[in-house]
């Protein structure tokens, strides 16, 4: 008789994206601290532009402050503007200055959370190489921007599934992270350890090395030479 897997001795590495919000970051930062949870934030640089003491915050607290882009306009494999790749990661770096972890995390935009040909571009794979980014993806999306009040069984469903989740949320004033608690509380009591450090299968650019292939991201497979 097959049995349901559980969370049990299974990691998950929780990130967000998008943020920070004046309105929403803060209750996540709360509810991370009350359940001693480490986690990643991406920012886009228009956002941390106008709420940089939430970043503060967040990197005060342990939480680790990644790059999101400036605009996050559109994946990377959809910008035909020469040049445009590198403005949008080196400006948000440099807004986020001090608060960086030292592999300079970076997230490209996914378009509704697809790992697809369109996430990356040549371009964007050299900016990432030349300025020894490290590049994170994920393999968990529950999709909390479109169902805020259905996001959290989806999300335990994913994180059942492997043994290793990195799951993405977003920080945004959707009505979703009020839920963030009962995720939490859910998966922990399922068995489920909290880690900060993504999984290795996620991570196909560390600093500044492609160190798997980028075949199907539209980054060409490997870095430039």
């Known amino acids: 008789m097959r049995r349901d897997r559980t969370l049990a001795a299974m990691e998950v590495c929780v990130t967000f994206d998008n943020g920070p919000d004046a309105g929403t970051t803060p209750g996540v930062l709360d509810a991370l601290a009350a359940r001693g949870v480490l986690a990643t934030f991406f920012v886009v640089g228009e956002q ?6 939430l970043a ?58 697809e790992l697809g040909p369109d996430l990356l571009s040549p371009p964007a794979v050299e900016a990432l190489t030349a300025g020894r980014y490290t590049c994170v993806l994920w393999n968990a999306v529950p999709r909390d921007w479109e169902d805020p009040d259905g996001w959290v069984e989806r999300a335990l469903a994913q994180c ?40 290795e299968a996620c991570v196909p650019v560390r600093r500044g090395a492609v160190t798997a292939s980028l075949a199907g991201l539209g980054g060409e497979g490997r870095a430039p030479t």
Do not use: K, S
């Open 56 to 113: 503060e915050r967040a990197h005060a607290e342990g939480h680790w402050i990644g790059n999101h882009t400036y605009t996050h306009a559109a994946p990377f494999g959809r910008v035909l503007e020469p040049g445009a790749a590198r403005r949008e990661i080196e400006a948000t770096q440099a807004l986020i200055g001090d608060l960086a972890h030292p592999d300079r995390l970076f997230r490209p935009p996914g378009g509704g959370g």
């Open 160 to 199: 059942r599934a492997r043994e290793r989740t990195l799951l993405v949320l977003h920080d945004l004033p959707t009505g979703a992270m009020r839920r963030l608690p009962r995720f939490l509380d859910a998966a922990r009591d399922e068995g489920a350890r909290f880690v900060q450090a993504p999984p």
């Open 48 to 53: 941390l532009a106008g709420a940089r003491a």
